[in-house]
């Protein structure tokens, strides 16, 4: 994943079914190390008679992207919403725009979370 960034060329290069069939599989091969790593901890979780998080729906199954929040990582999901989300939108009216003030919060924790680099952004 990190060497096409180095070596933008190679993308470039690609016809627009190779160009899907990489993202697809970088996906997939993202999912498939995040199955594994949080799969890891709520066994372990579960040994310990820890309620964990569900394991994430298969991206491939998944059509909306407003979906994939709410069943690829339930857990971020869940804490987002509840820790976040229904804070902010409990100190304003109920409007469109406070929902996008709670959404724009929840981002800005998001991007802040994962460093803020400008790849968060895209």
Known sequence: QQSL?????VVNSLNLWAL???V?????FFQLKYVVMYGWSSFLAHM????????PKCIGRIHLYSDMWRHFDN???LFLQQYIYLPVMACLPTTLLARLCASAVCFSFVCV????????LI
């Open 113 to 120: 979370w994962h460093g803020m680099i400008d790849r968060v």
């Open 20 to 22: 899907c069939g990489l």
């Open 24 to 28: 697809y599989f970088l996906a997939q």
């Open 75 to 77: 857990g971020l999901y």
């Open 48 to 55: 310990d008679n820890v309620e964990a998080p569900p394991h």
């Open 5 to 9: 960034i180095f070596h933008p060329n």
